[in-house]
């Protein structure tokens, strides 16, 4: 059974910083997204990531995808309020064009100003 | 405009009834999902549908019974709710773009679902 790992789970961070959620999962995939959520609100599609080596950058985000460590990372830089979401990222499983996504268990992330 | 609907947005009911959620999508895709996230925000498929054919199936209680009555909707049946159904449940919808997969899927805003 396909699992996926996010680290960390919370994290505090002040704003103008750096920082890096990690997304390890257990099965071979070449898909993988990430999407946010803000409290009691839907999920927000944030990137696509499709190949090994899939590097992809909006604003103050980059998501980048390792298929062979099966490793996705979130850089976020210079950190500012507005970020203060929960992050998830997502693997697929697609068969035949059946598309199952396999949700990580979520980052929360609190810019303190 | 809204690209995925959900009604209702909050659903409070007692344990032992029975109750519908209702999802909708405008997107044209050929995909809809149902998802169940719980108290600790962890979120998990429960079933997809394709054309209104059903694809996946989580090993979901069969109380959980989904009816997709053309492409655009999927709704949620639940008979005799349980306190551990209290959860928000999200619809979400994608395009088959051919063998190698399907597009991002698209989030409905969420019903939250309380069971007294």
């Known amino acids: 059974e396909l699992k996926v790992e996010q680290n960390p789970l919370f994290l505090s961070m002040q704003e103008g910083k750096n920082y890096t959620i990690y997304c390890n999962y257990s099965?071979?995939?070449?898909?993988l997204y990430w999407y946010r959520q803000d409290p009691g609100k839907s999920l927000e599609s944030l990137f696509v990531l499709l190949s090994n080596g899939a590097v992809k950058q909006e604003g103050r985000l980059m998501a980048s995808l390792d298929t062979k460590a099966r490793l996705s990372t979130l850089h976020i830089t210079a950190a500012v309020h507005d970020l203060s979401a929960t992050y998830f990222c997502?693997?697929?499983?697609?068969?035949?064009?059946?598309?199952?996504?396999?949700f990580g268990t979520g980052t929360r992330l609190t810019i303190i100003p | 405009d809204t690209a995925v609907s959900q009604t209702p947005k909050y659903l409070v009911t007692q344990m032992g009834n029975d109750k519908s959620i209702k999802c909708e999508q405008n997107?044209?895709?050929?995909?809809m999902y149902w998802y169940k996230q719980d108290s600790k925000k962890f979120l998990k498929i429960m079933f997809s549908y394709n054309n209104k054919e059903l694809i996946i199936n989580e090993t979901v209680p069969n109380r959980f019974s989904p009816k997709s009555p053309d492409k655009a909707h999927l709704n949620l049946h639940i008979n005799s709710l349980e306190l551990g159904d209290s959860a928000v449940y999200f619809c979400?919808?994608?395009?088959?773009?051919?063998?190698?997969?399907?597009?991002?899927?698209?989030f409905g805003p969420g019903t939250r679902l309380t069971v007294l």
């Open positions: 997502a693997v697929d499983i697609t068969n035949f064009g059946n598309e199952k996504l396999t």
């Open positions: 099965t071979t995939s070449d898909r």
């Open positions: 997107l044209g895709h050929d995909t």
């Open positions: 979400a919808s994608s395009q088959v773009i051919g063998a190698e997969g399907t597009d991002t899927q698209y």
